[in-house]
Nanobody, 124 residues
Framework: QVQLVESGGGLVQAGGSLRLSCAASRRTFTSYTMGWFRQAPGKEREFVAAVNWSGGSEAYADSVKGRFTISRDNAKNTVYLQMNSLKPEDTAVYYC?????????????????WGQGTQVTVSS
């Protein structure tokens, strides 16, 4: 079992920045692909970004490419999402998740463990 706890959400003006963190409970964190997803009111959960176990491979949704950066610190069992140039349409609950593989990193059904989510609100 892997427990994931997100933090760092909040209210920010358009154009601002936030950094989300996700702390994992297990030392085997290093064997998991880590992903960030988000869900806005009335919409389905969507893929945001993913990083493989070593940090050597990253992937992003087109809507956040060039603005968001995912990274991980395996010594701290933590994955981060740096969000810059935020837009009102980035408003959502952001979830981190852990997946044993990499092949289906953009598919929420592939992930085995989920955090409780953290709210990000971007005002115009």
């Amino acid at each position: 079992q892997v427990q994931l706890v997100e933090s760092g959400g909040g209210l920010v003006q358009a154009g601002g920045s936030l950094r989300l963190s996700c702390a994992a409970s297990r030392r085997t964190f290093t064997s998991y692909t880590m992903g960030w997803f988000r869900q806005a009111p009335g919409k389905e959960r969507e893929f945001v970004a993913a990083v493989n176990w070593s940090g050597g491979s990253e992937a992003y949704a087109d809507s956040v490419k060039g603005r968001f950066t995912i990274s991980r610190d395996n010594a701290k069992n933590t994955v981060y999402l740096q969000m810059n140039s935020l837009k009102p349409e980035d408003t959502a609950v952001y979830y981190c998740a852990a997946d044993r593989g990499w092949s289906y990193y953009s598919e929420s059904a592939s992930y085995d463990y989920w955090g409780q989510g953290t709210q990000v609100t971007v005002s115009s």
